[in-house]
Each structure stands twice: as structure tokens, then as C-alpha cells.
């Protein structure tokens, strides 16, 4: 049998659809027709999503790093003068309990300084902000020929020059002329802290010359004893050793005495020179750095408003979910009884 034999037989004993069968077909197909309008209307879902997703999260990057550049945009300046701030805070000295301290400054030198006539320790530190590294230098030759022409000297002195110069110097000059000292310090660039501490010695020194009166009449005493009187040898022993140990005591006393009118009389000034660079402060970030956080932001707060969004939007997600499944259950359901006639 020939292939063309075997077509025609096929042909002649095909099987024949039911009439009723027919019919629902047709009466099927005439539905869908009547329904095409509509289904060209039909969004396609998965496709929309495919470009929606990327395009969502390409919008959301992109404007992160918009905003991340725009809000970088801060001047070096402003963060420099605020770690110079927040150093010269946390470095500034505590006053002691029992003195007195303050902050001054060019106009304000006379409202703070020793008291004529008592016995007060006063010291200063100070830290001021020149241009560069030669700049430091100078700066420091000037504050030590400063200090010596006030009659002063100096404790110590560190002067580091090349890129992010500084100096620090100790110097001590007489009291009655520190509020002169400080102004000519002050003057040597910008004042970026500068404090004075007085701390009054005159009740401590007036302690100490009272005992050595005492202790010297006590000496007076015992030495016209024992040279006027005829004492036996064990009282002489005992007012010997009792003299001894109260000239021990009047030579700790006058040097006691010694020092505290020598502290009184000079005053210790600590001055720090710096450049902007070398104050210790925390440079600036950079401008990535910066970018780079401000657009991490930006997504975060992204990140929050979707999520607010789905949030609010999750009952009518729900209820469309709902009524696509019992849509879908539907359909399923009449096509299965189609198939069952």
C-alpha cells in the first residue's frame, strides 16, 4: 500500500463529531468572538514586570546618587572648624576646685589676672592657628623673644616644621606682666583655645610664716636655756635634740616659704603653634566617602517608603490576589464541565 492509498483510506474513515458537539462548539467559539474586543485589552503581567523591576531599582539607584553628590557638596571649612572645636573643648584644662579660671581673650585681658598683693599661682594655655609651617617658626621665635623681654624664660621648647608644622613651647614669665604676655601671644595668629587658671597661695604662705615664727621662738627659747641655765645632762640632751629637730623644721619651712613666693612671682604660660593640617583633628572625608554615605541615605530612606507603601498597599494586594484565584477556579471549574457534556 502506497502512501497516497493510506491518506485517502484515513480520509474515508475519519470520525465524525456529534451534532450536540458541534453546536457547543460553535456556541463557544461565538463567545470568544463576542469577548475579543476586551482581551486585546489585556496587560501583560510578567512582562511588565520584567521591566518594571529593573527599571524601579535602576530609578532608585540613580537618584541615590544624585542626591548622595548634591548633599556632599560641604566645605573642607566647615569640617575643619568643627574638629578644631570639638579638640579645643575636650583639651581644655579643668579649673582646680579651690582657684579660679577662665577663658580670655584679646579684649577681654584685663577682666581676669593676679590680685596686687597676694600670693597666687597663675598659669595660661593657649593654642593658636598660623598659615603654614614657616609661619610656626616664626611664631615661636617670636614668643621666646617675647617671653625674654618680659623678664621671663623658658621651660621647654619642640618646634616641628615641614608639611603640618607645630610647636610647643613652656615658658614662665613674671606675674605682674603675664596679661601683657598672653596679649603678645595672642597676637600671633588665630586663637583657636586659650585659658588662665589663678590658684591663691596667699592663705597657704601665711600657714607657712606663722609656723616658722613659732618654730624660731621656739629655737630662741630653748638656746636661752640652755645657755643660761645649768641643766643636768640628761635635760640638756633632751633640749639639745629638740633644737635639732626644730632647725630641721625651719629649714624645710623657709624653703617652703621660698617656693611659694618664687611660684607666685612667675607665671607659666603653655602655648601650642599650628598649622590647619596639623591640629590633630580629623581631616575632612572624602569627596566619594561622603557621596557614597549621603546616597546610602537616600536608599535607606527609599527602602522606608517602599516598605510604608507595601504596608498600606498589602489589604489590596490580598483582596486582588483573592479575586484572581477564585477567578482562575472559576474558569477551571466551567471548562471542566464543558469537557464533561
Known amino acids: 500500500m502506497t502512501s497516497s492509498d493510506l491518506i485517502h483510506e484515513l480520509r474515508a474513515t475519519r470520525p465524525a463529531a456529534p451534532t450536540a458537539l458541534r453546536a457547543r462548539i460553535r456556541e463557544i467559539s461565538a463567545q470568544e468572538t463576542a469577548s475579543a474586543p476586551w482581551n486585546r485589552f489585556r496587560f501583560p503581567v510578567r512582562r511588565a514586570a520584567l521591566i518594571a523591576i529593573p527599571a524601579t531599582a535602576a530609578i532608585a539607584f ?8 548634591t548633599r556632599s557638596d560641604v566645605s573642607t571649612e566647615t569640617y575643619r572648624q568643627e574638629a578644631l572645636a570639638d579638640k579645643a573643648s575636650s583639651e581644655s584644662p579643668t579649673a582646680p576646685s579651690t582657684g579660679l579660671s ?50 621671663g624664660h623658658v621651660v621647654n621648647a619642640a618646634v616641628a616644621t615641614g608639611e603640618g608644622g607645630s610647636a610647643t613651647l613652656t615658658v614662665r614669665v613674671p606675674v605682674a606682666k603675664v596679661q601683657e604676655a598672653i596679649v603678645g601671644l595672642s597676637a600671633l595668629g588665630r586663637i583657636v583655645s586659650q585659658q588662665v587658671t589663678i590658684d591663691d597661695l596667699q592663705e597657704s604662705l601665711d600657714q ?21 641655765e645649768s641643766l643636768d645632762a640628761q635635760t640638756e640632751a633632751v633640749l639639745r635634740s629638740r633644737l635639732q629637730t626644730l632647725r630641721a623644721e625651719l629649714r624645710g619651712l623657709r624653703v617652703g616659704i621660698a617656693s611659694t613666693n618664687a611660684e607666685a612671682r612667675m607665671s607659666t604660660i603653655q602655648l601650642t603653634v599650628v598649622t590647619p593640617g596639623a591640629f590633630g583633628a580629623v581631616a575632612p572625608p572624602a569627596r566619594l566617602d561622603r557621596t557614597i554615605d549621603e546616597a546610602l541615605n537616600v536608599l535607606a ?15 489590596f494586594a490580598l483582596a486582588a490576589f483573592a479575586a484572581w484565584l477564585g477567578r482562575r477556579l472559576y474558569r477551571r471549574r466551567e471548562e471542566e464541565r464543558l469537557l464533561a457534556v
Open 62 to 69: 540613580a537618584s541615590a546618587g544624585v542626591l548622595g553628590i
Open 301 to 315: 530612606w527609599e527602602a522606608v517608603i517602599v516598605l510604608a507603601v507595601l504596608i498600606v498597599m498589602a489589604p
Open 208 to 228: 607657712l610664716e606663722r609656723r616658722e615664727s613659732s618654730v624660731r621662738s621656739q629655737i630662741a627659747r630653748i638656746v636661752a636655756r640652755i645657755e643660761s
Open 102 to 151: 577662665g577663658a580670655l581673650s584679646p579684649a577681654q585681658d584685663s577682666a581676669i589676672g593676679p590680685t596686687a598683693g597676694r600670693a597666687q599661682r597663675v598659669s595660661a594655655t593657649m593654642t593658636v592657628e598660623v598659615a603654614d609651617a614657616d609661619a610656626v617658626s616664626r611664631a615661636a621665635q617670636d614668643a621666646l623673644d617675647l617671653t625674654r623681654a618680659l623678664g
